[in-house]
């Protein structure tokens, strides 16, 4: 009797710890909804009076005038080369040349960028830092590759059929009436194919941005840390007034 108590007791035990013993939860159901974000949500006043200040700050920097423009500037305004283009491949080429130079002691020779890569005009009058994240909001910075003659041919070709005004600098490309290579100059000199040259441009484009597949064969690789949208302020700040226009860097002939 007393060992049949005893049986009843350990299995009542045991019965009673399996069944307090807490079961690991299980997620069974995500859900959400979308919350858009207007001027219809209520702003919380404490975290409104920890960020003022240096939002204010922020947009003070960002709005204060570093430069003038005569003429609205745009990539638009061109065939072959625009204000837009001219402008950024020129500030690219003297700010970012210093630097590949200091680092590697070689110069820095043209400058290819994309058209697509101009988010916006600046439109003529006061311009600001915040002009330069409007033209350049993306993160992408200058890298230079050393390119051999063959390469450089297939980048004009690239150019040729691809009929945009791609922002260039420090090369001039003159074409046929029947888009046949008229003349290639780079700093002035005759195109060399034996040559190795070396291209400003960006981290996008080197890594397959707008199938730019000419940089695949590039001999050397230099990131200059350079973010493109810095080198517009920059340029900026030093020129204080800024009126690109459009020239004979890439014009094909009409005759």
Do not use: W
């Not at 240096?54 to 920097?61: A, G, H």
């Not at 040729?160 to 000199?189: C, S, V």
């Amino acid at each position: 009797m007393i060992l049949k108590i005893k049986q009843i007791v350990i299995i009542i035990t045991i019965t009673c710890f399996f069944s307090c013993k807490q079961e690991k939860p299980v997620l069974t159901e995500i859900s959400g909804k979308q919350i858009a974000v207007s001027d219809t949500l209520i702003a919380t006043d404490s975290i409104e009076a920890f960020v003022a200040p240096y939002r204010n700050r922020i947009n003070e920097i960002l709005d204060s005038t570093i430069a003038y423009a005569p003429k609205d500037i745009t990539k638009n305004d061109g065939i072959l080369n625009t204000t837009a283009g001219n402008l950024m491949a020129d500030a690219v080429l003297e700010l970012a040349g210093p630097i590949f130079k200091s680092r590697t002691g070689s110069s820095l020779d043209f400058v290819l960028l994309n058209h697509g890569g101009i988010r916006s005009i600046i439109s003529a009058g006061n311009v600001s830092a915040r002009t330069a994240y409007e033209i350049m909001p993306f993160e992408n910075t200058i890298v230079v590759v050393g390119l051999k003659g063959d390469a450089i041919l297939e980048m004009v070709d690239y150019l040729i059929k691809a009929k945009r005004p791609h922002p260039l600098a420090g090369i001039q490309i003159i074409l046929n009436k029947d888009d046949t290579i008229n003349t290639i100059k780079i700093q002035g000199e005759d195109f060399d194919e034996n040559k190795t040259y070396y291209v400003g441009t960006s981290n996008y484009l080197v890594n397959g941005g707008d199938r730019m597949d000419f940089f695949k064969k590039k001999l050397t690789f230099t990131e200059t840390d350079y973010l493109i949208r810095n080198i517009m302020i920059d340029y900026f700040t030093k020129k204080n007034t800024i009126a690109p226009i459009t020239d004979d860097r890439f014009i094909k002939l009409d005759y």
